[in-house]
Protein backbone atom coordinates (compact mmCIF):
# COMPACT_ATOMS: atom_id res chain seq x y z
CA UNK A 1 0.00 0.00 0.00
CA UNK A 2 1.75 3.20 -0.84
CA UNK A 3 1.40 5.95 2.03
CA UNK A 4 -1.31 7.36 2.77
CA UNK A 5 -1.64 11.23 2.49
CA UNK A 6 -3.80 14.16 2.98
CA UNK A 7 -4.93 16.51 0.61
CA UNK A 8 -4.22 19.26 1.76
CA UNK A 9 -1.57 20.91 5.00
CA UNK A 10 -3.41 20.81 8.34
CA UNK A 11 -4.48 24.49 9.88
CA UNK A 12 -5.85 25.22 13.30
CA UNK A 13 -4.77 27.67 15.92
CA UNK A 14 -1.95 27.57 18.13
CA UNK A 15 -3.88 26.75 21.31
CA UNK A 16 -5.68 24.00 20.16
CA UNK A 17 -2.36 22.90 19.05
CA UNK A 18 -0.79 23.08 22.22
CA UNK A 19 -4.30 21.07 24.20
CA UNK A 20 -3.27 18.41 22.03
CA UNK A 21 0.20 18.65 23.25
CA UNK A 22 1.56 18.78 19.44
CA UNK A 23 3.52 21.39 18.43
CA UNK A 24 1.80 23.41 15.37
CA UNK A 25 4.98 23.09 12.98
CA UNK A 26 5.20 19.30 13.48
CA UNK A 27 1.05 18.42 13.40
CA UNK A 28 1.29 17.40 9.88
CA UNK A 29 3.96 15.04 10.39
CA UNK A 30 2.22 13.42 13.55
CA UNK A 31 -0.86 12.51 11.63
CA UNK A 32 0.88 11.79 8.59
CA UNK A 33 2.52 9.25 10.89
CA UNK A 34 -0.56 8.12 12.71
CA UNK A 35 -2.68 7.33 9.00
CA UNK A 36 0.73 4.95 8.31
CA UNK A 37 0.98 3.70 11.69
CA UNK A 38 0.98 -0.69 11.08
CA UNK A 39 -2.72 -0.43 13.43
CA UNK A 40 -3.89 2.16 11.26
CA UNK A 41 -3.45 0.16 8.36
CA UNK A 42 -4.75 -2.93 9.22
CA UNK A 43 -8.06 -1.02 9.55
CA UNK A 44 -7.92 0.06 6.34
CA UNK A 45 -6.75 -3.57 5.03
CA UNK A 46 -10.06 -4.26 2.83
CA UNK A 47 -10.91 -0.74 1.70
CA UNK A 48 -9.09 1.34 0.00
CA UNK A 49 -8.51 4.82 2.23
CA UNK A 50 -7.27 7.27 -0.22
CA UNK A 51 -10.88 8.40 -1.59
CA UNK A 52 -11.81 8.97 1.87
CA UNK A 53 -9.06 10.84 2.52
CA UNK A 54 -9.23 13.00 -1.04
CA UNK A 55 -12.64 14.29 0.36
CA UNK A 56 -11.55 15.43 4.31
CA UNK A 57 -11.07 18.85 3.19
CA UNK A 58 -14.67 18.92 1.00
CA UNK A 59 -16.65 21.77 2.07
CA UNK A 60 -18.97 21.20 4.74
CA UNK A 61 -22.41 22.45 5.42
CA UNK A 62 -24.24 21.86 9.20
CA UNK A 63 -27.21 19.06 9.29
CA UNK A 64 -30.85 19.84 9.38
CA UNK A 65 -31.73 19.44 12.82
CA UNK A 66 -35.10 19.71 14.47
CA UNK A 67 -36.86 19.77 18.50
CA UNK A 68 -34.11 22.03 19.14
CA UNK A 69 -36.54 24.31 20.62
CA UNK A 70 -36.53 23.02 24.04
CA UNK A 71 -35.50 23.87 27.41
CA UNK A 72 -31.96 22.48 28.28
CA UNK A 73 -30.95 22.83 24.65
CA UNK A 74 -28.69 24.74 22.89
CA UNK A 75 -27.36 24.50 19.37
CA UNK A 76 -24.75 26.98 18.02
CA UNK A 77 -21.79 27.05 14.91
CA UNK A 78 -18.35 27.76 16.35
CA UNK A 79 -15.09 27.68 15.84
CA UNK A 80 -13.36 24.82 17.23
CA UNK A 81 -10.86 26.16 20.39
CA UNK A 82 -9.99 22.33 21.69
CA UNK A 83 -9.84 18.87 20.74
CA UNK A 84 -12.83 17.01 22.21
CA UNK A 85 -11.61 14.93 25.72
CA UNK A 86 -10.28 11.44 24.65
CA UNK A 87 -9.49 12.52 21.39
CA UNK A 88 -6.50 9.90 19.96
CA UNK A 89 -4.88 10.84 17.06
CA UNK A 90 -3.71 7.27 16.33
CA UNK A 91 -7.16 6.02 16.51
CA UNK A 92 -8.44 8.56 14.03
CA UNK A 93 -6.23 10.53 12.50
CA UNK A 94 -8.50 10.86 9.32
CA UNK A 95 -11.55 12.31 11.34
CA UNK A 96 -9.02 14.54 13.60
CA UNK A 97 -8.21 15.99 9.87
CA UNK A 98 -11.77 16.60 9.16
CA UNK A 99 -12.08 19.02 12.34
CA UNK A 100 -9.03 20.83 11.53
CA UNK A 101 -10.31 21.25 7.76
CA UNK A 102 -13.48 22.29 8.34
CA UNK A 103 -12.01 24.63 11.08
CA UNK A 104 -15.51 24.98 13.05
CA UNK A 105 -17.95 22.72 14.58
CA UNK A 106 -21.93 22.46 15.15
CA UNK A 107 -21.84 22.81 18.96
CA UNK A 108 -25.25 20.80 20.83
CA UNK A 109 -25.37 21.02 24.69
CA UNK A 110 -28.15 19.59 26.42
CA UNK A 111 -27.87 20.49 30.45
CA UNK A 112 -30.97 18.81 31.47
CA UNK A 113 -33.14 15.80 30.84
CA UNK A 114 -34.63 16.51 26.89
CA UNK A 115 -38.16 15.37 26.48
CA UNK A 116 -38.53 15.25 22.57
CA UNK A 117 -35.93 13.37 20.50
CA UNK A 118 -33.37 15.42 18.54
CA UNK A 119 -33.42 14.74 14.90
CA UNK A 120 -30.10 15.67 12.61
CA UNK A 121 -30.03 14.87 8.98
CA UNK A 122 -27.30 14.48 6.78
CA UNK A 123 -27.90 14.78 3.22
CA UNK A 124 -24.38 16.17 2.38
CA UNK A 125 -20.97 17.15 3.84
CA UNK A 126 -21.59 17.85 6.76
CA UNK A 127 -19.56 19.90 9.76
CA UNK A 128 -18.41 17.88 12.65
CA UNK A 129 -21.25 17.40 15.34
CA UNK A 130 -20.09 18.02 19.16
CA UNK A 131 -22.65 17.18 21.78
CA UNK A 132 -22.08 17.78 25.21
CA UNK A 133 -24.23 15.87 27.38
CA UNK A 134 -23.81 17.39 31.34
CA UNK A 135 -24.37 15.21 34.31
CA UNK A 136 -27.83 13.66 34.85
CA UNK A 137 -28.95 14.63 31.07
CA UNK A 138 -30.60 12.51 28.83
CA UNK A 139 -30.94 12.87 25.35
CA UNK A 140 -32.43 10.89 22.46
CA UNK A 141 -30.63 11.12 18.73
CA UNK A 142 -31.86 10.55 15.45
CA UNK A 143 -30.04 10.47 13.02
CA UNK A 144 -30.45 9.85 9.20
CA UNK A 145 -28.18 9.63 6.84
CA UNK A 146 -29.43 10.76 3.22
CA UNK A 147 -28.32 11.92 -0.28
CA UNK A 148 -26.72 10.27 -3.28
CA UNK A 149 -23.53 12.26 -3.27
CA UNK A 150 -20.06 11.00 -2.01
CA UNK A 151 -20.36 12.33 1.76
CA UNK A 152 -18.53 12.45 5.20
CA UNK A 153 -20.01 13.02 8.84
CA UNK A 154 -18.21 13.04 12.06
CA UNK A 155 -19.89 13.13 15.03
CA UNK A 156 -18.13 13.61 18.83
CA UNK A 157 -20.43 12.93 21.57
CA UNK A 158 -19.13 13.51 25.47
CA UNK A 159 -21.29 11.88 28.20
CA UNK A 160 -21.63 13.00 31.65
CA UNK A 161 -21.46 11.54 34.89
CA UNK A 162 -24.97 9.60 35.33
CA UNK A 163 -26.01 11.06 31.99
CA UNK A 164 -27.84 9.25 29.19
CA UNK A 165 -27.99 8.80 25.71
CA UNK A 166 -30.03 6.77 23.30
CA UNK A 167 -29.16 7.17 19.98
CA UNK A 168 -30.49 5.77 16.80
CA UNK A 169 -29.02 5.81 13.32
CA UNK A 170 -29.80 5.12 9.63
CA UNK A 171 -27.61 4.66 6.94
CA UNK A 172 -29.44 3.41 4.01
CA UNK A 173 -29.01 5.61 0.92
CA UNK A 174 -27.55 4.65 -1.81
CA UNK A 175 -24.14 6.42 -2.88
CA UNK A 176 -20.49 5.95 -4.72
CA UNK A 177 -18.79 6.46 -0.86
CA UNK A 178 -20.23 7.20 2.32
CA UNK A 179 -18.14 7.81 5.80
CA UNK A 180 -19.26 8.29 9.21
CA UNK A 181 -16.86 8.46 12.21
CA UNK A 182 -18.75 8.49 15.81
CA UNK A 183 -16.84 8.86 18.58
CA UNK A 184 -18.69 8.68 22.03
CA UNK A 185 -16.83 9.45 25.66
CA UNK A 186 -18.46 7.96 28.63
CA UNK A 187 -17.81 9.48 32.10
CA UNK A 188 -19.10 7.70 35.89
CA UNK A 189 -21.79 5.71 35.15
CA UNK A 190 -23.13 7.20 31.86
CA UNK A 191 -24.90 4.86 29.41
CA UNK A 192 -25.17 5.11 25.98
CA UNK A 193 -26.97 2.93 23.42
CA UNK A 194 -26.52 3.04 19.60
CA UNK A 195 -29.50 0.80 17.21
CA UNK A 196 -27.56 1.11 14.12
CA UNK A 197 -28.66 0.48 10.66
CA UNK A 198 -27.03 0.54 7.53
CA UNK A 199 -27.28 -0.88 3.72
CA UNK A 200 -24.08 -1.13 1.56
CA UNK A 201 -23.54 1.22 -1.17
CA UNK A 202 -20.87 1.59 -3.75
CA UNK A 203 -18.81 1.89 -0.27
CA UNK A 204 -19.89 2.67 3.29
CA UNK A 205 -17.50 3.27 5.95
CA UNK A 206 -18.71 3.32 9.44
CA UNK A 207 -15.48 4.09 12.09
CA UNK A 208 -16.82 3.93 15.97
CA UNK A 209 -14.74 4.48 18.74
CA UNK A 210 -16.44 4.02 22.28
CA UNK A 211 -14.28 5.36 25.43
CA UNK A 212 -15.68 4.23 28.96
CA UNK A 213 -13.82 6.72 30.63
CA UNK A 214 -15.43 6.90 34.10
CA UNK A 215 -16.31 4.25 36.34
CA UNK A 216 -19.26 2.28 35.89
CA UNK A 217 -19.93 3.54 32.62
CA UNK A 218 -22.57 0.92 30.22
CA UNK A 219 -22.39 0.83 26.64
CA UNK A 220 -24.83 -1.11 24.07
CA UNK A 221 -24.59 -1.03 20.23
CA UNK A 222 -27.04 -2.76 18.21
CA UNK A 223 -26.25 -2.66 14.78
CA UNK A 224 -27.81 -4.59 11.02
CA UNK A 225 -26.86 -4.39 8.28
CA UNK A 226 -28.00 -5.72 4.86
CA UNK A 227 -24.97 -5.59 1.84
CA UNK A 228 -26.02 -6.46 -1.92
CA UNK A 229 -26.17 -6.05 -5.42
CA UNK A 230 -21.93 -5.59 -5.58
CA UNK A 231 -22.60 -3.21 -2.36
CA UNK A 232 -19.67 -2.94 0.04
CA UNK A 233 -20.00 -2.10 4.20
CA UNK A 234 -16.96 -1.82 6.00
CA UNK A 235 -16.87 -1.49 9.80
CA UNK A 236 -14.64 -0.84 12.54
CA UNK A 237 -15.15 -0.47 15.78
CA UNK A 238 -13.39 0.14 18.85
CA UNK A 239 -14.94 -0.13 22.33
CA UNK A 240 -12.45 1.26 25.24
CA UNK A 241 -12.32 0.36 28.82
CA UNK A 242 -9.98 3.12 30.22
CA UNK A 243 -11.84 2.80 34.10
CA UNK A 244 -12.82 0.09 36.41
CA UNK A 245 -16.45 -1.78 36.35
CA UNK A 246 -17.39 -0.35 32.87
CA UNK A 247 -19.86 -2.89 31.29
CA UNK A 248 -20.16 -3.12 27.42
CA UNK A 249 -22.25 -5.68 24.88
CA UNK A 250 -22.17 -5.47 21.33
CA UNK A 251 -24.01 -7.45 18.84
CA UNK A 252 -23.79 -6.89 15.09
CA UNK A 253 -25.65 -8.52 12.54
CA UNK A 254 -24.95 -8.92 8.67
CA UNK A 255 -26.52 -10.28 5.31
CA UNK A 256 -24.26 -10.15 2.41
CA UNK A 257 -25.85 -11.19 -0.99
CA UNK A 258 -25.32 -11.58 -4.83
CA UNK A 259 -21.08 -9.99 -5.15
CA UNK A 260 -21.74 -7.85 -1.71
CA UNK A 261 -18.97 -7.49 0.31
CA UNK A 262 -18.94 -6.91 4.09
CA UNK A 263 -15.75 -6.36 6.61
CA UNK A 264 -16.58 -6.20 10.07
CA UNK A 265 -13.45 -5.31 12.89
CA UNK A 266 -14.08 -5.23 16.42
CA UNK A 267 -11.69 -4.69 19.05
CA UNK A 268 -12.64 -4.81 22.86
CA UNK A 269 -9.67 -2.80 24.61
CA UNK A 270 -9.27 -2.93 28.41
CA UNK A 271 -6.57 -0.71 29.69
CA UNK A 272 -4.31 -1.23 32.99
CA UNK A 273 -6.49 -0.95 35.90
CA UNK A 274 -10.03 -1.48 34.30
CA UNK A 275 -10.50 -4.08 36.66
CA UNK A 276 -14.27 -5.52 36.66
CA UNK A 277 -14.84 -4.37 33.46
CA UNK A 278 -17.46 -6.51 31.44
CA UNK A 279 -17.50 -6.83 27.82
CA UNK A 280 -19.06 -8.85 24.94
CA UNK A 281 -18.71 -8.81 21.20
CA UNK A 282 -21.10 -11.17 19.27
CA UNK A 283 -20.89 -10.10 15.48
CA UNK A 284 -23.21 -12.73 13.22
CA UNK A 285 -23.00 -12.84 9.11
CA UNK A 286 -25.17 -14.54 7.15
CA UNK A 287 -23.57 -14.99 2.79
CA UNK A 288 -26.86 -15.65 0.04
CA UNK A 289 -27.08 -15.54 -3.55
CA UNK A 290 -23.44 -15.78 -5.13
CA UNK A 291 -20.29 -14.78 -5.00
CA UNK A 292 -20.69 -13.07 -0.91
CA UNK A 293 -17.60 -11.64 0.50
CA UNK A 294 -17.44 -11.54 4.80
CA UNK A 295 -14.52 -10.75 6.24
CA UNK A 296 -15.06 -10.71 10.04
CA UNK A 297 -12.10 -10.52 12.66
CA UNK A 298 -13.15 -9.84 16.72
CA UNK A 299 -10.21 -8.68 18.91
CA UNK A 300 -9.15 -8.38 22.35
CA UNK A 301 -6.63 -6.81 23.45
CA UNK A 302 -6.60 -6.70 27.95
CA UNK A 303 -4.24 -5.48 30.14
CA UNK A 304 -5.51 -6.08 33.60
CA UNK A 305 -6.65 -9.28 35.45
CA UNK A 306 -10.28 -9.43 36.92
CA UNK A 307 -12.61 -9.08 34.20
CA UNK A 308 -15.15 -10.57 31.65
CA UNK A 309 -14.73 -10.66 28.25
CA UNK A 310 -15.84 -13.13 25.14
CA UNK A 311 -16.14 -12.16 21.68
CA UNK A 312 -17.15 -14.20 18.99
CA UNK A 313 -17.93 -14.13 14.75
CA UNK A 314 -20.05 -16.54 12.62
CA UNK A 315 -20.08 -17.26 9.06
CA UNK A 316 -23.02 -18.75 7.47
CA UNK A 317 -26.01 -19.22 5.51
CA UNK A 318 -29.64 -20.09 5.85
CA UNK A 319 -30.26 -23.09 7.95
CA UNK A 320 -31.43 -26.05 5.34
CA UNK A 321 -33.83 -27.52 8.20
CA UNK A 322 -35.48 -24.34 8.95
CA UNK A 323 -36.34 -23.52 5.02
CA UNK A 324 -37.32 -27.48 5.01
CA UNK A 325 -39.50 -26.96 7.59
CA UNK A 326 -41.11 -23.87 5.63
CA UNK A 327 -41.72 -24.63 2.35
CA UNK A 328 -42.70 -28.17 3.77
CA UNK A 329 -45.63 -26.19 5.26
CA UNK A 330 -46.56 -24.55 1.84
CA UNK A 331 -44.52 -21.61 1.96
CA UNK A 332 -42.44 -21.47 -1.23
CA UNK A 333 -38.66 -20.75 -1.04
CA UNK A 334 -38.38 -16.99 -1.59
CA UNK A 335 -40.91 -16.24 0.85
CA UNK A 336 -39.37 -19.09 3.40
CA UNK A 337 -35.53 -17.14 2.47
CA UNK A 338 -37.39 -13.93 3.25
CA UNK A 339 -38.55 -14.83 6.51
CA UNK A 340 -35.54 -16.10 8.12
CA UNK A 341 -33.45 -13.46 6.79
CA UNK A 342 -36.29 -11.06 8.98
CA UNK A 343 -35.87 -12.56 11.72
CA UNK A 344 -32.21 -12.91 11.50
CA UNK A 345 -31.95 -8.94 10.99
CA UNK A 346 -34.98 -8.16 13.38
CA UNK A 347 -32.69 -9.18 16.18
CA UNK A 348 -30.55 -6.11 15.84
CA UNK A 349 -33.65 -3.51 14.24
CA UNK A 350 -35.01 -1.78 17.25
CA UNK A 351 -35.57 2.01 18.12
CA UNK A 352 -37.89 4.81 16.25
CA UNK A 353 -36.02 4.23 13.20
CA UNK A 354 -36.56 0.18 13.14
CA UNK A 355 -39.48 0.29 10.96
CA UNK A 356 -38.29 2.58 8.32
CA UNK A 357 -34.61 0.00 8.43
CA UNK A 358 -36.67 -3.25 8.27
CA UNK A 359 -38.61 -1.71 5.00
CA UNK A 360 -35.35 -0.94 2.96
CA UNK A 361 -33.48 -4.28 4.19
CA UNK A 362 -36.19 -6.76 3.87
CA UNK A 363 -38.84 -4.94 1.52
CA UNK A 364 -42.67 -3.98 2.39
CA UNK A 365 -43.67 -6.06 5.92
CA UNK A 366 -47.40 -6.95 6.34
CA UNK A 367 -47.13 -6.62 9.96
CA UNK A 368 -48.45 -4.12 12.63
CA UNK A 369 -45.13 -4.62 15.43
CA UNK A 370 -43.67 -2.10 16.58
CA UNK A 371 -40.41 -1.48 17.56
Known amino acids: MADLALPQTLTLSEDFASALGEPVA ?35 KPPQISNENQIGVSWQRQPIAQPMSGLDLQQAPEAFARLC ?54 VWIDIGPNAQVLHSRNALNDTPASWQYLNVRLQDAAR ?22 GQGAEAKLVSAGMV ?25 HNIVANGGKCTFNGRIHIHEGASGTDA ?19 ELEIYTDDVSCSHGATVGTLSKEALFYLTSRGIDQTAAQALLSQGFLRQCIDGPLAATALEAMIGPQNT ?4
Open 26 to 60: TLDEVVQQALNSAAHRERWKYTKADRFLAQTSASA
Open 101 to 154: FAGEAMRLDITAPVTEPITLVHSENTLPVMIYVSANASLSLIEIIEGHEEMQQS
Open 192 to 213: YRLNNHALGCGIRRQDLHIIMD
Open 368 to 371: SDEH
Open 228 to 252: DNKAALDQQITMEHRQPKGHSEQTI
Open 280 to 298: QLSNKNLGMGDNATINTKP
